[in-house]
């Protein structure tokens, strides 16, 4: 059974950074795999933040995360990273990883597109 873990988050100031992780389990990453971060506040839906595929390593990046965040893989650790900094309030969200183990073409940026999803981990930015 895949499961996916969140950890990382926590509170922080503005323009601070902070790094989430998320390790999967029962399963090793495939070369056919998207891994993507979205992340969620109270009444609005989930958003896409980053993608990475696992075979050759492309990055995706939602605007508002663009020159500000990174995603990266640990093939050895069968993990993902998302490196945030020049965090804003706007920021603040419950970020969650999700796998995709399709073999054919989904969108990155779409929750549809992914078979698992983590708990989450709350991200606290403070003005």
């Known amino acids: 059974q895949v499961q996916l873990t969140e950890s990382g988050g926590g509170l922080v100031q503005t323009g601070g950074s902070l790094r989430v992780s998320c390790a999967a389990s029962?399963?090793?990453?495939?070369?056919?795999?998207?891994v993507g971060w979205f992340r969620q506040v109270p009444g609005k839906e989930r958003e896409f933040v980053a993608g990475i595929s696992w075979s050759g390593g492309d990055t995706y990046y939602a605007d508002s995360a663009k020159g500000r965040f990174t995603i990266s893989r640990d093939n050895a650790k069968n993990a993902v990273y998302l490196q945030m900094n020049s965090l804003k309030p706007e920021d603040t969200a419950v970020y969650y990883c999700?796998?995709?183990?399709?073999?054919?073409?989904?969108?990155?940026?779409?929750?549809?597109?992914?078979?698992?999803w983590g708990q989450g981990t709350q991200v606290t930015v403070s003005s």
């Open positions: 029962g399963r090793t990453f495939s070369n056919y795999d998207m």
């Open positions: 999700a796998l995709s183990i399709a073999r054919t073409y989904r969108p990155v940026s779409v929750v549809s597109s992914y078979d698992y």
